[in-house]
């Protein structure tokens, strides 16, 4: 055999043993499902000047605009933190240790001085009871008055030792419902008889609103959670704000629950508590309201947001100070706001 033929075979022989192999090709990346989580925090929405909603199933026809002007305000001299408008009422609690009563035309009909600033006020649907509560440390009041011709008298009075800042009441189920500080809501009947209690999860501020429409109860806490409850209290469904996401203000309205956050979201939820869309403001969120159309946020960024079901902002309403609690008339044609500022602004569609 040749020199060459020899050099030749080797070279073959030393190619099948050293030879660089062709890589496998890469595996598909696996691909998971996220898994389920009945209260995993739903994602943040990027933030833009004009939020688009975040749908996660068809949305519900909308208005295409809100145009809402002053109608009236009046000045209590001090912080309102508790305002509920209805058809022939405005109800206000102020920090100058006054429940007020106010017509429509914002006539002022009668006031009940409390023990401490007033925190929290409540209408029955009929306009026949008033609720409310006051702080004074070390220990809340929580109240139950009759309202006739434009005057209300005094039906019970409980102490609570922690701070009560919410309260709702319903005339047809004969119950009125508390927020504590102490993160319990407490469930009364109309002659203040105990009815049952829930706790929702340990926090430095206990529950921070709540809001009773039917056989419902949404309750925001300051534990990150938005609960929703039967008229029983059983606890229905919970959803997670996130880390920083404690719940402020929370509203119910025809199979729709709101819940705004301090980190800025408005959250609104179908009655089953899947999440329809997110919001976001430029601050703090404080209190929401829903109508038969529209979603109304109070921000501590100064503003009063307006939005349609389907998520869409349709007006800003600017303050000069921070608007806190707000509220719908039944008819959602008037819109009473309260602020830090000492007024409560009523609006109303042009």
């Not at 691909?31 to 949305?59: I, L, S």
């Not at 005094?154 to 047809?172: G, I, M, N, Q, Y």
């Not at 705004?260 to 999440?275: A, F, I």
């Not at 869409?312 to 100070?321: D, K, Y």
Request: glycine share 10%.
């Amino acid at each position: 055999m040749s020199g060459a033929v020899i050099a030749v075979a080797l070279l073959a022989l030393l190619a099948g043993c050293t030879g660089i192999e062709e890589p496998a090709p890469a595996k598909a990346p696996q691909v998971e499902a996220p898994p389920v989580q009945e209260e995993a925090p739903p994602q943040e929405v990027p933030h833009r000047e004009v939020q688009e909603p975040t749908p996660v199933e068809e949305q519900a026809p909308s208005v295409e605009e809100a145009n809402f002007s002053l109608l009236w305000s009046f000045d209590t001299g001090e912080p309102v933190y508790g305002v509920d408008a209805g058809r022939r009422y405005v109800a206000i609690a102020s920090y100058d240790n006054r429940v007020h009563l106010l017509s429509a035309d914002g006539t002022h009909l009668w006031s009940f001085e409390t023990a401490g600033n007033a925190e929290a006020v409540a209408l029955g649907k009929g306009e026949r009871y008033l609720a409310a509560s006051s702080y004074l440390i070390p220990e809340a009041r929580l109240y139950l008055f009759a309202i006739s011709n434009g005057t209300a008298r005094l039906l019970w009075e409980k102490e609570v030792d922690t701070p009560v800042r919410a309260v709702a009441l319903s005339e047809a189920l004969g119950l009125v419902v508390a927020g504590t500080g102490r993160g319990e809501v407490l469930a009364y009947s109309l002659t203040g008889a105990p009815r049952w209690s829930f706790r929702i999860g340990d926090s430095a501020w206990g529950v921070w609103d709540l809001e009773l429409l039917g056989d419902r109860v949404a309750v925001a806490g300051d534990d990150t959670f938005l609960y929703l409850l039967s008229a029983e209290g059983e606890l229905l469904w919970k959803r997670g704000g996130g880390r920083r996401g404690y719940f402020y203000g929370c509203d119910l309205y025809g199979g729709l629950v709101a819940g705004v956050t301090q980190d800025r979201m408005v959250r609104l939820y179908s009655e089953e508590g899947r999440l329809l869309w997110s919001f976001r403001t430029e601050f703090s969120n404080y209190d929401a309201a829903i109508s038969g159309e529209l979603v109304a946020v109070s921000s501590w960024d100064n503003r009063v947001y307006i939005l349609s079901h389907g998520g869409e902002l349709l007006q800003v309403l600017e303050f000069e100070s921070e608007p806190t609690e707000l509220d719908f008339s039944p008819g959602g044609d008037i819109l009473a706001v309260g602020s830090r500022d000492g007024r409560v602004y009523v609006f109303t569609e042009k």
